[in-house]
């Protein structure tokens, strides 16, 4: 079978886009699955429908990467975004296009310094984890590369003002709060330590560009497990098969004029500019990451294991819903109905029949997720309301048992048990601690106790009126009647 490439396609008369030359304005720091099912996707579809005649150029980020695959491929790959649209299974497969090379610059730093000298490169994209945003001391400017990807984004800006060239506009992807402002924070701290030129500094200021966003698509990946029957059906082989679900959203924290300069609107792509993004965040963080953290602790206790079968429990799915339109969505102050619209979204998200979201992997450190996901939309109902809410307060009752329900402690894990099935608890140390010396506590010590403990949830539980006593009551409505039953009971 051919190896995916222009030739091959040309060979087969295939008739979907693509674009083969082009000028390369983007910049991407970060050759994974995330950036080409999502930014590299939307560049695509922007060449397809809007003239933007762009392609990017990627940079691995770390030593080993994709590098040789990329370019052996000539940047094309096939992207399968899979889902259900408005309750409907829905599948799009795409050749991408819009990808010219990859460059990595521990083989050839200069090659990467080179691209600075593009008088079309307009844009930097960078998704380099949630670490790759951090101020190493150590870098210097005569490392060829530095080792942390601020210091190589100064030392690219750096090459770009000595060619007496435009700046960029910077679009930072990492998974952090404000990345943007931080990326821009660890370039300037660069400025300082190798004492760069105060013009240069100005330059840096006047003439970039620096924006936060926040990105929003699951993205799975290569599909190891289907890939052979994939390509045969393709009719050629494809090593980059990437993979995620149908929805996607971008929210660009910037001036008005990047939207002359990114024709998104002109595509129809799901990507918007605007002043501030803090809504956006909060209206995903308490939504899609409030409904996971709130359901399903309870859920996996109730026997469910994956997040689709929890969409299809009628009682599971109920509480859900009550949880997000009555509880959630009214602390929010988007419109009504860009959080309805959103809402919606994530329930065919959830019941996405491509993914297998396992309920056990999103309990990971759940405490400091219950603390970041849920009870912002907990302390705000009740300021609005002066009551609790029924279900954001069941859902940390759910949370206790889930870790209560262990026995023992295990190579730094709680192990419990659900039906005679083993399962791990898995969080901080601090919180395992906590946990396994709770092992034989009542529900009114626990609840106290854990209130009490503000290295996990601060004072503000602990001060709300009447919560303490709503938790002890929901956790042995649990204890009484079981998960399931008890979840049912918060729907009445």
Known sequence: ????????????????????????????????????????????VMNEKADFNGKAV????IESGLTDMINGQEGLYTLLLRGRENGEKTEQKRIISSVSRCVNPYRDYRGFLDNAANPEL???????????????PNCRLEDAPPSSFPAKLTAFL???????LNGFIILSCELIDHNGDCLKQCV????????????????????????????????????????????????YRDNLIDTGEI????????????????????????????????????????ILNGAHTSMVLGAYLAGKNIVRECMEDESVCSFMNKTIYSEVIPT??????????????????????????????????STSKWKARVMPSLIEYYKRNNALPKCLTFSFAAYLEFYRNAKEVENGTLVGFRNGDR??????????????????ADAQTLVHDILNETDFFGRELSALPGFEEAAVYELKKIESSGMLNAMKECLE
């Open 158 to 164: 750096y090459e770009r003002w000595t060619k007496k």
């Open 332 to 365: 929010l102050d988007l419109p009504e109905k860009e959080l309805t619209d959103f809402a919606e979204a994530v329930k065919d998200r959830f019941n996405n029949p491509y993914v297998d979201h396992s309920l056990l992997s999103i309990s990971l450190n």
């Open 423 to 440: 399962y791990e608890v898995k969080d901080e140390r601090k919180v395992i601690d906590f946990y396994a010396s709770h092992l034989e």
């Open 58 to 61: 990627l940079v691995q980020p």
């Open 247 to 286: 929805f996607g959203f971008w929210v660009i924290e910037g001036p008005d004029f990047i939207k002359d300069e990114l024709p998104f609107e002109k595509a129809g792509l799901p990507i918007i500019v605007v002043k501030d993004h803090t809504p956006y965040k909060q209206r995903k963080v308490r």
């Open 122 to 136: 307009r844009f930097i994209v960078s998704n380099t984890t949630e670490a790759g945003i951090a101020f190493d």
């Open 188 to 235: 300037n701290r660069y400025i300082d330590l190798w004492n760069l030129p105060e013009e240069f500094a100005k330059w840096v200021e006047k003439e970039n560009t620096f924006c936060s966003t926040l990105v929003d698509r699951i993205v799975t990946g290569y599909p190891r497990s289907e890939a052979d029957a994939l390509c045969e059906a393709f009719g």
């Open 1 to 44: 079978m051919e190896k995916l490439c222009y030739k091959t396609l040309r060979e087969k008369n295939y008739e979907g886009y693509l674009l083969e030359n082009a000028a390369e304005k983007v910049l991407q720091f970060g050759e994974g699955n995330f950036l080409r099912a999502f930014v590299d996707y939307f560049i695509d």
